[in-house]
């Protein structure tokens, strides 16, 4: 678990102080992949660390379109959805839920910011249910929930009929 801390640790420092070089090879394929797959067996601390990853790689521009293609944004919103129902046992296992929800509302905020395509292919994959629900509930970051829901109206027809 040790290194498995440090390798965690080093994405999240290539990906929040990296410069655009670093970023794109970060975006690439099989390292995208691996994150997303790393997410399903991570321990919910770790787990946190790869939301930010991805929260700091999709506030680079030219990375935008290559997370797209590998599907991180109906990833992001299945996380969410499973991230936003769940009922930690403990305080700190909800502190640790809370932040890794956080992040990750972040992570689709930013990819899906600008981008019409993006917001459709969120809405497609579930996330105005979600959103709606963090918006309604009493989640920190509901403002952001709240702009993407806006923004999303825009989007597409099949956006708009989802709201």
């Given at each position: 678990s040790?290194?498995?801390?440090?390798?965690?640790?080093l994405?999240?420092?290539?990906?929040?102080?990296?410069?655009?070089?670093?970023?794109?090879?970060?975006?690439?394929?099989?390292?995208?992949?691996?994150?997303?797959?790393a997410?399903?067996?991570?321990?919910?601390?770790?787990?946190?660390?790869?939301?930010?990853?991805f929260k700091?790689l999709?506030?680079?521009?030219s990375?935008?379109?290559?997370?797209?293609?590998?599907g991180?944004?109906p990833?992001?919103?299945?996380?969410?959805?499973e991230?936003?129902?769940?009922?930690?046992?403990?305080v700190?296992?909800?502190?640790?839920?809370?932040?890794?929800?956080?992040?990750?509302?972040?992570?689709?905020?930013?990819?899906?910011?600008?981008?019409r395509?993006?917001?459709?292919?969120?809405?497609l994959?579930g996330?105005?249910?979600?959103?709606?629900?963090?918006?309604?509930?009493?989640?920190?970051?509901?403002?952001?929930?709240f702009?993407m829901?806006?923004?999303?109206?825009?989007?597409?027809l099949?956006?708009r009929?989802?709201?």
């Amino acid at each position: 678990s040790g290194y498995l801390t440090v390798v965690v640790n080093l994405l999240l420092h290539f990906a929040k102080e990296g410069d655009a070089i670093v970023k794109v090879y970060m975006a690439k394929g099989p390292v995208q992949e691996g994150l997303l797959s790393a997410l399903e067996f991570l321990p919910p601390e770790l787990s946190v660390q790869i939301f930010k990853t991805f929260k700091w790689l999709a506030q680079e521009p030219s990375v935008l379109n290559m997370l797209e293609n590998h599907g991180v944004v109906p990833s992001l919103v299945t996380f969410l959805a499973e991230l936003s129902q769940s009922n930690p046992l403990s305080v700190e296992a909800t502190s640790i839920s809370q932040d890794a929800c956080s992040q990750c509302l972040l992570a689709l905020f930013y990819l899906c910011k600008l981008s019409r395509p993006r917001q459709e292919q969120a809405a497609l994959a579930g996330a105005t249910t979600v959103l709606r629900a963090l918006v309604t509930g009493d989640h920190p970051l509901k403002a952001y929930a709240f702009v993407m829901l806006c923004d999303m109206t825009s989007a597409s027809l099949a956006t708009r009929r989802l709201l």
